[in-house]
């Protein structure tokens, strides 16, 4: 929850005015989304409604595209690191194997025996 809010502290200030754009406010900003996107769930929300807004208001103002650039850097950074760290532990291979069938177990849909897989994942 500390770096939510503190990406809504950081955030405000930069969305109301484009005047208070500058590299070391988009910094914290980076970081911030960064360290929320890693550890609350609730980050990623925030981090979406911020870069549509960013974007919202770059129609008027492009310095804005600042803003919703390093909301998406951040995010894609996060994703990255966490990809990097779980397919460290069992490899690339068996992560996005793990990752699909998790997608296909959630999502309902039968496999070639025409039964649901959810529940039945394992990892070797």
Excluded: N
Excluded at 6 to 29: C, K, M, N, V
Excluded at 75 to 104: D, H, K, M
Aim: avoid cysteine; proline fraction near 2%.
């Amino acid at each position: 929850l500390l770096f939510v809010l503190a990406t809504i502290a950081i955030a405000l200030p930069l969305l109301t005015d484009a005047s208070r754009i500058r590299p070391r406010a988009l910094l914290l900003l980076g970081l911030a989304v960064l360290a929320g996107m890693l550890t609350e769930y609730v980050a990623a929300l925030l981090a979406l409604v911020l870069f549509v807004v960013a974007l919202w208001k770059s129609l008027r103002d492009r310095r804005y595209l600042w803003v919703a650039g390093t909301t998406a850097a951040a995010v894609l950074a996060a994703v990255a690191l966490t990809v990097w760290q779980y397919s460290s532990l069992v490899g690339l291979g068996t992560y996005f194997e793990f990752l699909s069938l998790r997608f296909l177990g959630r999502s309902g849909v039968p496999d070639s025996h025409g039964t649901i897989a959810a529940g039945l994942i394992q990892i070797a």
